[in-house]
Nanobody
């Protein structure tokens, strides 16, 4: 089992920046591939970014590429998402996800999920 807790969400103006984090406990964090997903009101959950267990590879949704950066610190058992140039369409609940075996852009690729943190971007 891996327990994930997101933090750092909040309200930010369009064009601003925000960093959210996910802290893990339970099974060895560094063996897990990690990802961020988001879900806006009335929409399906969508992939945002992912990072392999070693941090050696990262992947981004086209909608956030060049604006968002995913990173991890295995010594602190934490994965972060730095979000720049935020726009109102980035408003969503952001979820952290983990899986030790699978890695991808589908939410079914991840076995463990956090409760989510709200990010609201005002225009």
């Amino acid at each position: 089992q891996v327990q994930l807790v997101e933090s750092g969400g909040g309200l930010v103006q369009a064009g601003g920046s925000l960093s959210i984090s996910c802290t893990a406990s339970g099974r060895t964090f560094m063996s897990n591939n990690m990802a961020w997903f988001r879900q806006a009101p009335g929409k399906e959950r969508e992939f945002v970014a992912a990072i392999t267990w070693s941090g050696g590879a990262t992947y981004y949704a086209d909608s956030v590429k060049g604006r968002f950066t995913i990173s991890r610190d295995n010594t602190k058992e934490k994965v972060s998402l730095q979000m720049n140039s935020l726009a109102p369409e980035d408003t969503a609940v952001y979820y952290c996800a983990a899986d030790a075996r699978r890695f991808g852009r589908r939410d079914t690729d991840y076995a463990y999920w956090g409760q989510g943190t709200q990010v609201t971007v005002s225009s």
